[in-house]
């Protein structure tokens, strides 16, 4: 019996890797969408639609990155993968990590301002005060972050292949 439960785990583990990475590539490309597609939105010439939609891409950028977090978290830590040890000593993975680093902190200035403007909504003054003064930044800041998003993939891909390790 103690054999049996010792390994189903490893049974159930090719599912696992799966829907993980399953699930990571489809955060980050929703993701990817999603932060393009808010930046698009606030270039656009101010409106309450343009404004809707750049509010609905930030949500939807905030629930594509919670997953890509979880997922590659879960992935590093849970043994799923490779071990923690071989990710921590490839050049690439911490190269993957810089530009995830980067993105998280590029993101800082736009979710502050975009909480400000959703309370500015919410207290029924006009959001385009908070706005558009940062409307333009916030646009490049993702196009930027989407780049880096981007270099992540050509990472990922080398790391598969076997490059980067020490």
């Known amino acids: 019996m103690g054999v049996f439960l010792q390994q ?31 930046g698009s939105a606030l270039k656009d010439p101010y409106s309450p639609t343009s404004l809707k939609r750049a509010l609905l891409m930030d949500n939807i950028w905030g ?8 997922t590659g978290l879960w992935r590093f830590f849970g043994g799923t ?7 921590l000593s490839n050049h690439l993975f911490l190269a993957k990590m810089a530009c995830f680093a980067l993105i998280f902190a590029l993101e800082i200035s736009p979710m502050v301002t975009l909480m400000r403007t959703r309370l500015a909504m919410r207290r029924g003054m006009d959001p385009a005060s908070v706005i558009a003064p940062a409307a333009r930044r916030i646009a490049v800041v993702g196009h930027v972050q989407a780049t880096l998003a981007l ?12 490059y980067g390790a020490a």
């Open 8 to 38: 189903r785990p490893r049974y159930h583990l090719p599912m696992l890797r799966l829907s993980l990475a399953g699930l990571h590539l489809v955060a980050l490309s929703l993701g990817l969408m999603a932060v393009v597609m808010r």
């Open 63 to 70: 629930i594509a990155a919670a997953l890509w977090i979880i």
């Open 81 to 87: 993968e490779k071990p923690t040890a071989y990710y």
């Open 151 to 162: 270099i992540m993939i050509f990472l990922a891909v080398a790391m598969a292949r076997g």
